[in-house]
């Protein structure tokens, strides 16, 4: 029987909630139809894009680590944070949209668009590259020479999907222009709700669209006004799978020096590997472009290790990983603040290309889970944000030693068109 293939998933969700006011149009009543994902976006190639460790993400790690996280089990999405945060910039104006691109790290609207593109085509590539193996598969079958029965059809799935809600109870209505723009940058679908229907509506969409992983977003959703949400929903096998009977129990050190018991998964095999004086660096490839990348030690520069990573064989020892983690306003909002974002928090906030009224962002929430096994792994992200009224190869190979019993640090990545290394999820085990 083929094995459970292990799921990753990736969900940014960006909540609006406001009070009571005018606008001069609204949503339809139900949803628009979800594009098919078959064909790629369009992309100027003129517009650089940067990926990877870019600025954003780095700065998010050093912030999240002067915030005594450094020494504790997290893990964050930079993917879902700007994802999220790219459906409240396209409703922005003036002074605040121009905060928000910047702490986002995009130069300009344009840019943000491109960034959007790259990653939307990513999850096209996948999905075109999984369909050929499974139409190969099927050709195969009943054929001794090529199909070996019991591997099973190939599986897995790469989508990002965002859609907008308003309100009808608290008076939510979108400008029409804003339904637009994100309808043909995003391909967001519109909803326009009672409050007494919007909270199942949201939650079923969250729960379809991370094949139920995330069930639900809110237990109440009725005192928002508008609603912008973002999934990202992964599922893929590792390329190598770890045997289950080399599964066996072993002793993590923690960051304080304790020992744990921990369930390792261990394999040889050619692995690309990097190392430097105070770390090593493997990647290890999940199917249809996506990559996990485990890091032990301090790597001075991760982009480049990644760039220079050489195909050795690797004696691989590595945890399952079963983390989860949240993030608030102290930290989703601080790191915005501490990028020169300020005038979406206050009063003086201008969302006028979204809706005709006045409204602030009042919470930014994250919450992520990742957990791995012999065939693959499994991760989520949630990222809310919430609005309110405002204010105002070699002959004897050496082989190398990847022991993951001590604290180390990941990486999930897919490489773009532009061919930058688009972070989905970062994060750490230190005990």
């Known amino acids: 029987m083929k094995k459970r293939i292990i799921s990753t998933l990736l969900i940014g969700m960006l909540m609006a909630g406001m009070f009571v006011g005018c606008g001069s149009s609204g949503a339809g009543g139900n949803t628009t139809p979800v594009k098919d994902p078959t064909e790629h976006k369009n992309v100027n190639t003129d517009v650089e894009v940067i990926g990877g460790m870019g600025d954003f993400d780095s700065e998010l790690i050093k912030f999240l680590e002067t915030k005594d996280y450094v020494n504790q089990n997290y893990m964050i999405s930079p993917t879902s944070y700007k994802a999220a945060l790219c459906l409240a910039i396209a409703g922005a104006n003036g002074e605040t949209k121009e905060e928000l691109l910047k702490a986002a790290g995009f130069e300009n609207e344009e840019q943000m668009n491109t960034w959007y593109s790259l990653v939307y085509n990513s999850t096209v590539d996948f999905n075109d590259w999984l369909a050929g193996d499974q139409k190969n598969v099927e050709k195969a079958k009943g054929n001794d020479d090529y199909y070996i029965d019991g591997e099973g059809t190939p599986d897995g799935a790469f ?57 639900k977003l809110a237990d109440d959703l009725t005192d928002y006004k508008l609603i912008l949400t973002n999934a990202l929903y992964l599922r893929a096998p590792w390329i190598n799978e770890f045997e289950e009977y080399q599964t066996m129990k072993d002793d993590f050190k923690t960051f304080s020096g304790n020992k744990v018991t921990k369930d390792f998964m261990n394999q040889v095999d050619r692995f690309r590997y990097y190392e430097e004086d105070g770390g090593k660096l493997i990647i290890l490839p999940l199917k249809y472009g996506v990559n996990a990348a485990f890091v032990l030690g301090e790597i001075k520069d991760i982009d480049k290790a990644i760039a220079n990573a050489e195909v050795w064989d690797v004696d691989v020892k590595l945890p399952k990983m079963d983390i989860d983690s949240e993030f608030g306003k102290d930290i989703m909002i601080g790191y915005l603040n501490s990028r020169g974002a300020t005038s979406a928090f206050d009063g003086s906030a201008d969302f006028s290309e979204m809706t005709d009224d006045d409204v602030m962002i009042d919470e930014i929430i994250q919450k992520t889970k990742i957990k791995t096994d012999e065939e693959g792994l499994e991760a989520a992200a949630v990222t809310a944000i919430m609005m309110v009224e405002s204010a105002m190869e070699q002959e004897e190979p050496e082989i190398k030693e990847f022991h993951a019993d001590e604290p180390f640090k990941f990486i999930v990545y897919t490489e773009l068109e532009n061919s930058e290394n688009e972070i989905l999820f970062y994060g750490q085990m230190v005990e």
């Open 159 to 215: 989508k990002i999907v965002n859609s907008i809600w308003a309100n009808e109870s608290r008076g939510g209505k979108f400008r029409k222009e804003y339904i637009e723009k994100v309808e043909k940058e995003y391909d967001a679908t519109a909803a326009s709700l009672s409050g007494e229907k919007l909270t199942d509506a949201v939650n079923t969409w969250v729960n379809d669209s991370t094949n139920g992983q995330i069930p």
